[in-house]
């Protein structure tokens, strides 16, 4: 009975592991991102508006 729960553990374990932080990193980086995308867009053009379209099509 000690051979059993290990394996188990271990298998509950690293299935648990990966599952859990893939939901976790999707939805957090996905806040931040859009509000340093925000900040940034409002932050380059105040300072020049003319550069700032012409980086994001040479960009994209």
Do not use: D, N, W
Request: hydrophobic letters at 40%.
């Amino acid at each position: 009975m000690t051979v059993l729960p290990r394996p188990v553990a271990v298998g509950f374990l690293k299935s648990t592991l990966p599952a859990k932080p893939s939901p976790s990193i999707a939805p957090a980086p996905v806040a931040p991102t859009e509000r340093r995308a925000v900040a940034a867009e409002s932050t380059r053009p105040r300072r020049a508006t003319g550069r700032v379209p012409a980086v994001a099509k040479s960009t994209r």
